[in-house]
């Protein structure tokens, strides 16, 4: 007697899928994962000690890229990036402190420091701008308000006006950017004599030189022709209005050589000459 055959069902055709357990495998897997954790744990918190040892190569430079901005005054940009690369840190804090202490190196007016943009930030310098050459112990510039700065050099030639007459025996204080205070007393000459220079600009009168004098105040030769004025002490305003109708006279006439008084008593005086 043959044996019946078992008809298979539709079950009996499809496999048991194995069964994986998820906590067997946790177990593997945590161990490395947490090792790595802490490597990196670690390795953050010694990375800044490291850094402020001396350890320059582990700081970290993704910092924001330094843009100087050339067209306001910076000729040699290598002193800014050298000491901004020394900077441990980027922050509120540090930055002032880097603006000052290259203000004070490079011996600059000013300097400003702007975030353009996370990832930028924007240096800008103003220098000093020189408006007169002043005779102190040296030949020495002055700006239009009256900060001394540095000096001109042997055999340098200057387009700009001298200021004689001031007391160079008298003692000059050097500043931490590299500016001079000078005694009150020459300071007081210098800034009379910008103003003449100021206030001559407005009716076209530049100096070649200017000299100071204790009794008749402020004299000077002007640039463009041989006429020598003594404008006196301030105010200039009303002294200068007489002058340019002086001067335009004196050129209608011929006349390329004078020496010119407007100080007197509000008159003014001509004595003429040819050359």
């Known amino acids: 007697m043959s044996k019946r055959r078992r008809r298979k069902g539709l079950l009996d055709s499809q496999k048991l899928k194995r069964r994986y357990r998820l906590l067997p495998v946790l177990k593997k897997l945590l161990p490395p994962v947490l090792v790595l954790a802490g490597g990196v744990g670690f390795s953050l918190w010694l990375k800044p000690r490291l850094a402020s040892s001396g350890f320059d190569f582990l700081r970290n430079d993704e910092r924001p890229e330094l843009q100087v901005l050339a067209s306001i005054g910076v000729e040699d940009e290598a002193p800014i990036r050298e000491a901004y690369g020394q900077l441990s840190a980027i922050h509120g804090d ?124 402020i004299s000077g030769d002007l640039e463009a022709s041989n006429y020598r004025v003594t404008l006196g002490f301030k105010p200039y305003s ?38």
């Open 94 to 217: 540090s930055l002032p402190q880097f603006a000052e202490r290259l203000h004070q190196k490079m011996g600059l007016r000013s300097i400003t420091l702007i975030r353009t943009a996370p990832e930028r930030l924007a240096i800008g310098t103003e220098p000093f701008a020189a408006a007169m050459i002043v005779e102190l112990d040296r030949r020495r510039f002055a700006t239009t308000d009256g900060i001394i700065f540095g000096e001109l050099s042997e055999g340098q030639v200057s387009p700009l006006p001298v200021l004689k007459g001031l007391n160079r025996r008298q003692n000059m204080t050097r500043t931490a950017n590299g500016t001079f205070r000078v005694s009150a007393g020459n300071q007081k000459i210098i800034n009379e004599a910008l103003l003449a220079i100021q206030e001559g600009s407005k009716y076209n009168i530049k100096y070649r030189s200017l000299v100071y004098d204790d009794f008749r105040g």
């Open 238 to 275: 009303n002294k200068y209005m007489k002058l340019e109708k002086i001067i335009i006279s004196l050129k209608e006439r011929g006349l390329s050589s004078a020496m010119i008084e407007v100080d007197y008593k509000g008159k003014a005086f001509v004595k003429e000459s040819v050359l």
